[in-house]
């Protein structure tokens, strides 16, 4: 029977199978140790990380992971305007003109009260947009229009 490596109690079977220590808080505290985790993809679909362990290093140094759009992984190539990789560049940027804000305007209902009145009340007698364009002597569209603001505030 396996026995734990800091208190020596006896361990159960199934916890000897993977570890070497006991449930006990103290042993616990003492043997548990956290893993690394490395992240070898992210984009934003999806993450992918693995447990860096003696495996996960050998594949990472292989060049498993590697990011098969980057062509090496050696120095950064050189900069166009001549500067080092490492080196800040000041650039002058053209003033933006500013912006003069617009004066807020209420927009106007292209149909009067009655149009909206008749046109709904065709509407719930079940005639098409059609039908009702021809009663009021108004394009089909203006019509759908009418129709789908009322809904949209409640009103029909």
């Keep these: 029977m396996a026995q734990c490596i800091t208190c020596g109690t006896e361990l159960h079977p199934e916890r ?6 006991c449930m006990a808080p103290k042993c616990q505290e003492i043997n548990a140790k956290g893993l690394t985790m490395v992240a070898i ?3 934003k679909a999806a993450e992918e990380f693995l447990i860096l362990d003696d495996q996960a290093k050998e594949e990472l140094a292989s060049g498993k992971y590697r990011d098969q759009r980057r062509g090496s992984f050696g120095p950064p190539a050189p900069r166009p305007d001549g500067a080092s990789p ?8 053209r003033p933006r003109p500013q912006r003069v804000p617009r004066p807020a305007t209420r927009a106007r209902a292209a149909w009067t009260k009655s149009q909206e009145r008749l046109a709904l009340l065709y509407n719930e007698q079940g005639l098409r947009p059609a039908e009702i364009a021809g009663k009021l002597g108004v394009s ?9 603001g009322a809904k949209n505030r409640g009103k029909a």
């Design 16 to 21: 000897a199978q993977k570890y070497d220590y």
């Design 41 to 43: 993809g992210m984009n």
């Design 86 to 93: 490492g080196q800040s560049v000041v650039r002058r940027e």
């Design 140 to 148: 089909q569209r203006l019509v759908t229009q009418i129709i789908l």
